[in-house]
C-alpha cells in the first residue's frame, strides 16, 4: 500500500544538482509475457544513456545517472513484478531509490530531470479513493484502512469498564440505572474521536462503517458532522464471529457500490453540462481536439476502451485521423490507441482522468471532458468555413 508519507518523501526530494531518473514500466496481465519486461526497461534507459559519456556533464552527475542504470537494471532482473505499472525513481549519487506498484497501467515512459516525475503517478492514485472501515458493536471496534486493493489493520478499541452485574460497589459509586446503555454510549463517543483523529492526521477520504444492524444507527449518531457526511456505505455482520475475510468482502462490495454509483453522478453531470452549452466536451473527436489544446480539466474515459487514431510529436496534435498536423504540417503518426495517447495528454498538461467502469451514457460516446475554457475553432474548420 502507498502511503502519504512515502509519496510526500519523493516529491519533496531533491538531487541537489544531480539528476533525478523517473521510469513508468507497465507490467501485462499475464504472466508469460513479463520474461519481456528487463528488456522493454532497457530499451527505456537506452534513451539517455549518451548521457552517461556527455563532458558538458560534470563528472559526479555522470557518475550518478552511471549508478541509476545499474540500480535500475538491477531492479529489473529481480522479477518482483506485479500486476499494473511500477514506477522507479532513482538518484544514486543521492543515495535514492523508490519504487511503486501502481494499480492501473500507464505508458511505458523514462524521465531524468532535476526533481522526480511524479505527475504520472498521482494521476493515477487520484482515481483511488482511500476508505476508512469500521467494524462496531457496543463494547469494542475494529478500525481498517482500504487503498488501491489492500487492506490493512489501523487499531482495536475495547471499552475496558465491566460490564457484569456482581460489581455493585461500581453501582452505588456511580449510580447508573442503565449501565449497558451508559457504557455503550461512552464507547461509541471513544470510537467515534477515535475516527476523527484519523481522518484529521491518516489521509482517510471516506468511511464505511459495518456491525449489528440495530447498532450502526445508534453509533452514526455520535459522529461528528463533518464526519458522518463521509460515511458512504454501511454493511450488516456479527463483529463477535466474522474473519477478516468476511470483513473484507463486505467492505470490498459496498466501497464497489460507491464507487460505480460515484462514476454515473460523474458522467451524468459531464453530459448535462455539454447539452447545456457548458465547459464541457463529449466524445472521442471534441475530446481529441480539448486534450490538443490543453482545455482539458477532467477526462472520463470508458473503462477498456481503445481506437486508433494519429498524433503529431512536435505539437500534440491528436486525432481519429490524417496524414499531416494541421498546426505545423509536420507528418501525423499512427496510433493503434490514441485514446491511451489522450489519457497521458491530459495527465502531463495537469488534468485528472477517470476511467469509468459503471454502465453509463459514456459507452456511446467513449470519452468525456470538463474543460478549462471553451474550445477554440479546429484549423480544419476554418479552413473549410464550416465554423465551431
Not at 462514476?263 to 475530446?287: I, N, P, Q
Not at 482539458?296 to 503529431?312: I, K, M, N, S
Not at 491530459?346 to 474550445?375: I, K, N, Q, S, W
Request: a negative charge; glycine letters at 8%; one cysteine or more.
Amino acid at each position: 500500500m502507498i502511503t502519504a508519507q512515502e509519496i510526500d518523501r519523493v516529491i519533496r526530494f531533491d538531487g541537489d544538482g544531480l539528476p533525478v531518473v523517473s521510469v513508468y514500466l507497465s507490467v501485462p496481465v499475464d504472466p508469460a509475457d513479463r520474461a519481456a519486461l528487463p528488456t522493454r526497461l532497457s530499451g527505456l534507459l537506452h534513451q539517455f544513456r549518451p548521457r552517461v559519456a556527455d563532458e558538458r556533464l560534470g563528472r559526479e552527475q555522470r557518475m550518478s545517472l552511471r549508478g541509476d542504470i545499474e540500480r535500475l537494471e538491477a531492479a529489473a532482473s529481480e522479477e518482483m513484478w506485479t500486476r499494473g505499472t511500477i514506477a522507479l525513481f532513482s538518484c544514486s549519487g543521492r543515495g535514492m531509490f523508490e519504487r511503486f506498484d501502481l494499480p492501473r497501467r500507464t505508458r511505458d515512459r523514462v524521465m531524468v530531470d532535476a526533481t522526480p516525475w511524479v505527475r504520472p503517478m498521482l494521476a493515477v492514485l487520484d482515481e483511488y479513493h482511500r476508505y476508512c472501515v469500521a467494524v462496531v458493536d457496543r463494547a469494542a471496534a475494529w478500525i481498517w484502512e482500504v487503498y488501491q486493493d489492500e487492506i490493512r489493520a489501523v487499531d482495536r478499541l475495547r471499552d475496558e469498564f465491566p460490564r457484569k452485574p456482581d460489581f455493585a460497589a461500581w453501582f452505588a459509586e456511580y449510580g447508573v440505572r442503565n449501565r449497558t446503555e451508559e457504557l455503550s454510549k461512552r464507547h461509541f463517543r471513544l470510537v467515534a474521536t477515535r475516527l476523527a483523529d484519523l481522518f484529521r492526521t491518516g489521509g482517510c477520504e471516506l468511511l464505511i462503517v459495518g456491525g449489528h444492524r440495530h447498532e450502526i444507527t445508534p453509533f452514526l449518531g455520535f459522529l461528528p458532522d463533518a464526519l458522518r457526511a463521509r460515511v458512504v456505505g454501511t454493511f450488516a455482520l456479527d463483529p463477535g464471529t466474522s474473519t477478516p475475510d468476511d470483513i473484507r468482502k463486505l467492505a470490498d462490495h459496498a466501497i464497489e457500490q460507491y464507487e460505480r454509483a460515484e462514476e454515473r453522478r460523474e458522467v451524468s453531470r459531464l453530459l448535462e453540462t455539454a447539452s447545456g452549452g457548458g465547459l464541457a466536451a463529449v466524445g472521442l473527436r471534441d475530446c481529441l481536439w480539448a486534450g490538443t489544446v490543453t482545455a482539458v480539466r477532467h477526462l472520463a474515459v470508458e473503462d477498456g476502451a481503445t481506437a486508433p487514431g494519429v498524433v503529431c510529436e512536435r505539437d500534440g496534435w491528436l486525432a481519429r485521423s490524417g496524414d499531416a498536423c494541421p498546426l505545423c504540417g509536420a507528418p501525423a503518426r499512427r496510433s493503434s490507441d490514441v485514446l491511451g495517447d489522450l489519457v497521458e495528454q491530459v495527465v502531463d498538461d495537469g488534468g485528472t482522468v477517470r476511467h469509468v467502469r459503471a454502465e453509463t451514457g459514456l459507452r456511446r460516446h467513449v470519452a468525456a471532458a470538463a474543460l478549462r475554457f471553451p474550445l477554440p475553432e479546429r484549423p480544419e474548420d476554418a479552413a473549410a468555413g464550416t465554423g465551431g
